[in-house]
T-cell receptor, first 111, second 115 residues
């Protein structure tokens, strides 16, 4: 089955760029997602990328997909303190299109 | 307002005392799912339901039961809770099954402690 891995923690300074990385094992994932979890809340969809795309940009967010290396990244430009949260990557595929989540990366933004 | 509502948000209970965590969505979604979140393990799926009266095991179903008698409700039942079920639980729903560029909507979570 799908296995999705992320580093556990990233610390950046306000105004810098953040890059959160994710690797996955199942190349049949049709879509790959980034979810954000703020403290005390559920997950919210941040952005997603279709598997035949290399890059997707949405305001401060850039998603890069390297299918050959099975590597997904989320870049947040001009990181703000409000971006402090846990970020989960997830892949969906297979017969039931089930979402498999990574372990989550805690992003800490220092003022 | 479109939302997934879970209750209770916080619960402390003792080993063996049956409990139910309710989940309700008001978006007429077909698909609903329960996850547990544990440090370093991410989200793991407990059970899911593709539609009314259709439920299936996820990755960690042991010790849990679910039912889907109505489209909007998907309660999670712990018949005999044990301390290893201490966790943060999330209910989620989507228009279609699991993914496919469809957004998964999450409840705010239910933090359960089993003593």
């Amino acid at each position: 089955g799908e296995d999705v891995e992320q580093s556990l923690f990233l610390s950046v300074r306000e105004g810098d760029s953040s890059v959160i990385n994710c690797t996955y094992t199942d190349s049949s994932s049709t879509y790959l997602y980034w979810y954000k979890q703020e403290p005390g809340a559920g997950l919210q969809l941040l952005t997603y990328i279709f598997s035949n795309m290399d890059m997707k940009q949405d305001q401060r967010l850039t998603v890069l997909l390297n299918k050959k290396d099975k590597h997904l990244s989320l870049r947040i430009a001009d990181t703000q303190t409000g971006d402090s949260a846990i970020y989960f990557c997830a892949g969906a595929g297979g017969a039931t299109n089930k979402l498999i989540f990574g372990t989550g990366t805690l992003l800490a933004v220092q003022p | 307002e479109a939302q997934v509502t879970q209750n209770p948000r916080y619960l402390i209970t003792v080993t063996g005392k049956k409990l139910t965590v309710t989940c309700s969505q008001n978006m007429n979604h077909e698909y609903m799912s329960w996850y547990r979140q544990d440090p370093g393990l991410g989200l793991r799926q407990i059970y899911y339901s593709m539609n009314v009266e259709v439920t299936d095991k996820g990755d960690v179903p042991e010790g849990y039961k679910v039912s889907r008698k109505e489209k909007r409700n998907f309660p999670l039942i712990l018949e005999s809770p044990s301390p290893n079920q201490t966790s943060l639980y999330f209910c989620a729903s989507s228009l279609l099954a699991g993914g496919g560029a469809g957004e998964l909507f999450f409840g705010e979570g239910s933090r359960l402690t089993v003593l």
